[in-house]
């Protein structure tokens, strides 16, 4: 290597500070959702982060848990502005504050938790995830304590790391830890901190020499740390921070390698990649892990940061907009450890993972609680990343969820952006300027990959798009107060080829999936927060016309809980036939039929909804090619 500049190669997108960006429309009833559910009462209904938590001075969990939910809990209460959601989480915050030694270190003074692999000399691990919570914290709120405590607490990160180097969980995700360290030195400049990130750099798992050339092209038996679905969905930000603090052409291409190995692998219709703990192949019955979800939309939100890539837009929208919602149920009072693609019934039985029998039910601590505790960050944060600043000046657009940023541009000019439309629901997204002066800036939009036909209007008149460069068009400008945007990103539904000739079904970044009736029944009561058995009502066993034509309905408005089966807001129809010959398999729905067995049965309407709104369903269908 050849020798290092002691400065960084720039990212090509900043994030704005949380607070920046207010949810509107179906987005911020979702955060409210989240917030009358399992984020905002937690505390009260599960133990492992109530008032005896170690990280708010009990005697109790220790490790990860706290910090998770933290993670998750500051945002949302940031961004809903909610007094209640924000006393919670500054009493977590102030007790990590006040607790900081003369040495710097701070925290816990041991670790209890269930897991019994943490190194219990120095496990750097949890650590890292409390100092995201304080990085936006202090975006939240301006908080002039948090910029020295980093500060101290980083000298002594400095003067313990290479006796004491990251193992285990740390060593898997240690691009956490640089992202904290590397916030700082925005702040302060110090170019110690570049040196300490690189240190950490060097001590965490080479992730740029596996996502560039993938050894793993089958389902996953054995541990290893760099097989463990979480892992992988963190461990893909690494090699854009090593070019963030060492620059090369390999690391950036390790990005796209990894995900394109990722979904030819073990890749998922919901945009995801399995792991029932570990990487599971593409069968549409293998499970992914909800801490996987949401902390690959995370890393997409790093790299669109870094890179500037339409892609990681298109990929966390595929994401945020299916995977999420899907695996927890509509009222936020249950969620999943891991769902399925092909989901029929959720009920305690063994199958063909790692996980235990009920990691697919809906519950408080379904098979493990890390889920419980980390599921909190992914509505909040993708809020707080819909959009960036470009570094010049201007905005770039992560996704079009209704929202409202306020921000400084130009010059200095502060802006007011209203996002209005409903997306990804609809195809037409209306942004509305506000600006205190008129000012010259660049509005960049995303393009997304599956739009053929983007369409521009400025206040009422058509712009034509320059050809999209990185999946963006810029429209450089003079904007003025009230100038109003109007963007149409028209969906036409695709039907996507998946393995031995399934197929799924996509309009826009949304995927589309046949509902089957939910039969929910309650296994473990509790005060709050039960425990639920899902069982179907209706047939499941539907393939579709490879030739079929696609119908779409969309409702007048959109519902209050748009990702709950009865409230659906757009519906296609397709034609299909029921299949004799598709089995279950081990407690799921068996492999897709290769030649379907239609023989006599009635082509019927099949009409699909938003994966994100069904329970239970069919994503990947058996295609029905010439037998009837």
Not at 47 to 57: E, Q
Not at 430 to 454: G, H, V
Request: aromatic letters at 10%; hydrophobic letters at 40%.
């Amino acid at each position: 290597m050849t020798e290092q500049s002691s400065s960084l190669f720039p990212a090509a997108f900043q994030p704005l500070p949380l607070g920046s960006i207010r949810p509107a429309g179906w987005l911020l009833d979702q955060l409210r959702i989240q917030a009358d559910g399992l984020t905002g009462h937690l505390e009260e209904h599960w133990a492992d982060v109530g008032p005896d938590n170690g990280w708010i001075g009990g005697q109790g969990e220790s490790w990860e848990r706290g910090p998770y939910y933290i993670d998750g809990l500051v945002p949302l209460a940031y961004l809903l502005q909610d007094d209640r959601l924000i006393a919670k989480a500054s009493r977590w915050v102030e007790w990590s504050l006040n607790s900081q030694r003369a040495d710097g270190d701070f925290g816990p003074e041991r670790i209890e938790t269930v897991n019994h692999d943490v190194d219990k000399k120095q496990d750097w691990w949890h650590y890292m995830i409390m100092l995201k919570v304080l990085t936006q914290y202090a975006e939240a709120t301006g908080d002039e304590r948090i910029v020295p405590f980093l500060e101290n607490y980083f000298r002594f990160v400095r003067s313990r790391i290479e006796d004491w180097p990251l193992q285990g969980w740390a060593k898997a995700r240690g691009a956490e830890l640089m992202l904290s360290i590397l916030w700082l030195h925005e702040r302060n400049g110090d170019e110690r901190l570049i040196e300490l990130a690189r240190i950490v750099a060097s001590q965490t798992l080479n992730w740029t020499d596996i996502f560039h050339d993938f050894p793993y092209w089958r389902k996953v038996k054995d541990f290893d740390w760099s097989t463990h679905v979480v892992n992988v969905a963190m461990g893909l930000k690494t090699p854009a921070l090593r070019h963030s603090l060492f620059g090369g052409d390999r690391e950036h291409a390790a990005v796209h390698r990894g995900i394109d190995s990722l979904m030819t692998y073990h890749g998922q219709a919901h945009g995801m990649f399995s792991g029932d703990e570990f990487l599971s192949g593409t069968h549409p019955s293998q499970g992914v892990e909800l801490c996987a979800v949401v902390e690959y939309m995370f890393t997409m939100e790093q790299l669109i940061r870094v890179f500037g890539e339409g892609r990681f837009g298109d990929i966390l929208e595929k994401v945020a907009f299916n995977a999420l919602p899907a695996t927890i149920s509509p009222d936020w009072g249950a969620h999943q450890y891991d769902q399925q693609v092909n989901q029929i019934v959720c009920n305690i039985a063994p199958r063909p993972w790692v996980n235990g029998s009920d990691a697919n039910l809906f519950g408080l601590e379904p098979n493990f609680g890390c889920c419980t505790a980390n599921m909190h960050q992914g509505w909040p944060k993708l809020v707080s990343h819909l959009w960036m600043s470009d570094r010049r000046g201007g905005l770039a657009a992560i996704s079009y969820a209704p929202c409202t940023v306020n921000t400084k541009v130009g010059t200095g000019a502060q802006l007011t952006l209203e996002v209005e439309g409903q997306y990804p629901f609809r195809e037409l997204i209306t942004m509305s300027i506000a600006l205190d002066r008129p000012e010259t800036f660049a509005l960049r939009l995303r393009i997304p990959q599956w739009c053929d036909a983007p369409y521009v209007e400025i206040n009422g008149t058509a712009t034509p798009l320059d050809p999209a460069s990185q999946g963006y068009c810029a429209i450089e400008r003079e904007w003025r107060d009230g100038d109003v945007v109007q963007l149409k990103l028209p969906m036409e539904v695709r039907l996507h080829s998946r393995h031995l000739y399934a197929a799924s079904v996509e309009r826009g970044p949304l995927v589309y999936v046949m509902p089957i009736v939910e039969n929910w029944q309650l296994l473990r009561k509790r005060e709050k927060f039960h425990d639920w058995e899902l069982y179907p009502g209706s047939p499941w066993k539907y393939g579709l016309l490879a030739e079929t034509s696609f119908h779409v309905t969309t409702s007048e408005a959109i519902p209050k809980q748009p990702f709950e089966a009865s409230g659906a807001p757009v519906t296609v129809t397709a034609k299909g036939c029921l299949v004799r010959n598709w089995h279950m398999e081990k407690n799921n729905a068996g492999t897709p039929p290769h030649n379907p067995d239609v023989a006599g049965q009635d082509v019927v309407d099949i009409a699909l909804i938003p994966y994100g709104s069904a329970r239970l369903r069919i994503g990947e269908f058996p295609l029905i090619r010439n037998n009837l």
